[in-house]
């Protein structure tokens, strides 16, 4: 390794089927969620993050052409028995004593390679019963107490391992006794958050290890790890506690051209009429089925209500339709193609070459530690990645060429116990 910057990397899986799009149903194929860790353990990732859909498909999940999501924490169990180095984070709700115990098993199982992905979205579903959770501010407040009384209980076995009991009465949670587990390998899990807005940021620089924020340009990324490093120091953290992760798609072709009409494919592809429907449901905040995915946009309003899933207030709703109607008029856009040329498109797209130089500078220029890939849905996913990109960071001095230690924290360069945090 040369003395540059080194980049970490990671893979999303989404809900549905992890390594094709619109292919129905499959709510349990391990053979492929284990195929996708292996290839990310081969390329050297950092971690695999198993973005648990907490909605049932029938209430809107995030991808309606991919319903039947497994219990993310569950299937990582049974990854951590075919995966020996790799990371193994996902999404999970926030009771704390219930989810430190299965993250600290997690932890054991698989020799300190747990993390957690906090979920702090606007509801939660119970079968078909809604369950508001509040508004950003307070859905925070309660994600901070319950990130600090799960690191209070795994600070709960003390090095000559007797337990002690521990206690806490905060606003949201209250648990008293011992501790059933010892103290976890890493210390503490990783925690893991993906909201960049100012709420997140401030989140993630009081309760998080990983933020994983959208891609920007690197001018905007620079000042977003900026403003995170500042609310760092606000909290007693130093500047390198916290690492920045983007989400990018890499789309490859043996020349650029080639690259660009694939990616264009692959957009088309991952926007059913379906998806694109709910896509504005989600903006409208009605029931959009019957309208034409190949017709125009509706010519009414939002309707007021309560904040989307996301938070989302009326009045910003209002002005995004406002916008897109302005866009589709503009472009003689249907719904579908809209949704298709509003979408988060690949962020990376060229050959390997081109590619591995643009992750290269973006890192370098100081925008990001690293990225966290969502794999295409062609059939080559992650295996492209791992193959032709992967050795040339790796010639560029980089990216590991080995693991070079045993825990999810060793990987990311971040200290054994984290920070300890404390209870609000």
């Known amino acids: 390794m040369t003395g540059r910057k080194r980049m970490h990397l990671a893979v999303r899986s989404p809900g549905g089927d992890p390594t094709t799009a619109r292919s129905g149903p499959r709510p349990a194929e391990f053979a492929a969620r284990a195929r996708l860790a292996r290839t990310a353990e081969r390329g050297l990732?950092?971690?695999?993050?198993?973005?648990?859909?907490?909605?049932?498909?029938?209430?809107?999940?995030?991808?309606?052409?991919?319903?039947?999501?497994?219990?993310?924490?569950?299937?990582?169990?049974?990854?951590?028995?075919?995966?020996?180095?790799?990371?193994?984070?996902?999404?999970?709700?926030?009771?704390?004593?219930?989810?430190?115990?299965?993250?600290?098993?997690?932890?054991?199982?698989?020799?300190?390679?747990?993390?957690?992905?906090?979920?702090?979205?606007?509801?939660?579903?119970?079968?078909?019963?809604?369950?508001?959770?509040?508004?950003?501010?307070?859905?925070?407040?309660?994600?901070?107490?319950?990130?600090?009384?799960?690191?209070?209980?795994?600070?709960?076995?003390?090095?000559?391992?007797?337990?002690?009991p521990r206690a806490h009465q905060g606003r949201y949670f209250d648990i008293e006794g011992a501790f059933t587990l010892p103290r976890p390998p890493q210390g503490h899990p990783v925690v893991i958050h993906a909201d960049d807005s100012a709420e997140g940021r401030e989140f993630a620089a009081s309760s998080a290890d990983v933020l994983l924020t959208r891609h920007r340009t690197p001018e905007a990324a620079r000042a977003l790890r900026a403003d995170v490093r500042r609310r760092l120091a606000g909290h007693g953290r130093g500047p390198d506690g916290l690492r920045i992760l983007p989400g990018v798609t890499v789309v490859l072709g043996d020349t650029d051209a080639e690259a660009r009409e694939r990616a264009g494919e692959l957009r088309r592809q991952q926007v059913s009429p379906r998806a694109a429907l709910l896509t504005l449901e989600r903006v409208w905040g009605a029931d959009l089925s019957a309208y034409d995915p190949d017709g125009p946009l509706p010519d009414t309003d939002p309707v007021p209500g309560p904040p989307g899933r996301e938070g989302t207030p009326h009045a910003d709703r209002i002005a995004t339709a406002g916008k897109w109607r302005a866009l589709a008029q503009e472009k003689g856009l249907s719904i579908r193609q809209l949704v298709i040329e509003t979408s988060a498109g690949p962020s990376f797209v060229g050959t390997p070459g081109t590619v591995a130089a643009r992750l290269d500078a973006y890192v370098a220029r100081g925008a990001a530690d690293g990225f966290v890939l969502v794999p295409s849905p062609a059939p080559d996913g992650l295996d492209a990645f791992v193959d032709r990109v992967v050795p040339l960071l790796q010639e560029r001095g980089v990216f590991r060429t080995e693991y070079e230690g045993g825990t999810l924290r060793s990987h990311l360069g971040l200290t054994r116990t984290g920070m300890e945090g404390s209870i609000p």
């Open 45 to 164: 990732f950092d971690f695999l993050l198993l973005a648990g859909e907490p909605l049932p498909w029938e209430h809107g999940a995030h991808d309606p052409d991919t319903p039947g999501c497994p219990e993310p924490l569950t299937v990582l169990n049974a990854l951590a028995a075919v995966t020996g180095h790799l990371g193994l984070a996902a999404t999970a709700g926030d009771e704390p004593y219930e989810l430190a115990r299965r993250l600290a098993t997690l932890d054991h199982l698989s020799g300190g390679r747990a993390a957690w992905h906090v979920d702090t979205s606007a509801d939660a579903f119970t079968g078909r019963r809604r369950v508001v959770l509040g508004e950003r501010s307070e859905r925070y407040a309660r994600a901070a107490e319950s990130v600090a009384a799960a690191r209070h209980l795994w600070d709960s076995w003390p090095p000559d391992g007797t337990a002690r």
